[in-house]
């Protein structure tokens, strides 16, 4: 199928070849796969784009998952993993359940039926919208080689805005044989939320006041230099930090500040700690079940005041009643915050 030329200049290119260079228009040049027959056309449309593109290959789908929710947990932006239908895109479901957990951005790519089959119960036929509609931030299927470019940039847009996630996009199995002449899309540039001057303000009165303040970290997508000025506030003003679970990389468990880990298996003396604090400023964590220990550490109707930072209003105090609440980017809110004078350093027993 061919379309009309949306761009003077623009070359006709099939579906794979634009799954390819779309990627690589968004800053995406890494991915991870099992190679299978439903996505053979995009494989042709990696190989030519090798000389940018990076793509490495596993043993299992799982494991594809994994590593690029792993580079989106590092690197605030999206890797790609590339699957077959069926078994491939199950074995793969359990990486994308990781990074919709974790707030992770991500891509993944399944290989669909043909489809003139749909509906047919072809083989290995799934509907992916409704498989991962539950788990993934969002997803789509491409069965239009020119909406190739739109689609997966809105892929990106969505699993890096907000609370950052997973995006799934099937590729069905003649579009990505198809002829279309579009224009890759740029990446679009967009400003991170920044938190409230007056929060600011609020959360160093509020802390000052605290006599048993506790700090949790967590999130994803840390800038590192914004992390370590906010770490060198919080060692100045010796508030006890732990960090959420799978969240011992946002900070150092060498400082002596650190609290520990508020994850499966927390000290029972700082669960104590925890329960007894009369401040918790909680930076990115979501405040999940493993962090809360079943969400036992504070009741819902906020005894215990809770102020939580995350970069998407829509979970702040999801679970718990907030004393203060900050729509903010974590590194836009660990700047601000860090700039404040440290409190006066609390005492030590």
């Given amino acids: 199928m061919q379309h009309g030329n949306q761009n003077p200049g623009t070359e006709a290119r099939r579906g794979g070849r634009l799954v390819a260079e779309s990627l690589l228009a968004q800053g995406i040049d890494l991915g991870f796969t099992v190679p299978g027959e439903s996505f053979l056309a995009t494989l042709d449309g990696l190989r030519d784009v090798a000389d940018r593109f990076r793509l490495i290959t596993t043993r299992i789908e799982i494991g594809a998952t994994q590593m690029a929710e792993s580079v989106g947990k590092l690197t605030g932006r999206p890797a790609a993993a590339f699957v077959t239908r069926g078994p491939g895109a199950c074995h793969a479901a359990i990486g994308v359940h990781v990074a919709a957990q974790d707030s992770t ?190 969400y036992t550490l504070f009741d819902a109707a906020g005894a215990t005041p809770i102020i939580q930072v995350l970069p998407d209003g829509a979970e702040l105090g999801r679970v718990h009643r907030l004393a203060l609440g900050a729509e903010a980017h974590l590194s836009t809110f660990a700047d601000p915050l860090a700039a404040l004078p440290a409190p006066a350093p609390r005492c030590r027993d």
Wanted: hydrophobic share 45%.
């Fill in 105 to 294: 951005p991500m891509l993944l790519f399944i290989g669909q039926i043909p489809r003139a089959e749909t509906d047919r119960d072809s083989f290995q036929e799934i509907d992916y919208r409704r498989m991962f509609g539950g788990i993934a931030k969002f997803v789509t299927q491409i069965d239009d080689a020119a909406r190739v470019p739109e689609l997966i940039a809105h892929a990106v847009d969505v699993a890096t805005s907000g609370r950052p996630g997973p995006a799934v996009i099937a590729l069905s199995e003649e579009m990505q044989m198809e002829s279309a002449a579009v224009p890759d899309l740029k990446l679009a540039r967009t400003t991170r939320p920044f938190p409230d001057p007056d929060a600011v303000a609020e959360i160093a009165v509020r802390l000052a006041r605290a006599e048993r303040p506790l700090v949790i970290l967590g999130g994803s997508c840390w800038g590192r230099e914004s992390l370590d000025r906010l770490g060198a506030w919080l060692r100045a003003a010796e508030l006890p930090v732990t960090v959420g679970f799978r969240r011992q990389s946002v900070y150092a468990g060498a400082h002596e500040n650190y609290a520990g880990d508020l994850g499966v298996g927390a000290d029972p003396a700082l669960v104590k700690a925890t329960k007894e604090a009369d401040l918790i400023l909680a930076i990115g964590s979501r405040l999940g079940e493993a962090t809360t220990q079943g």
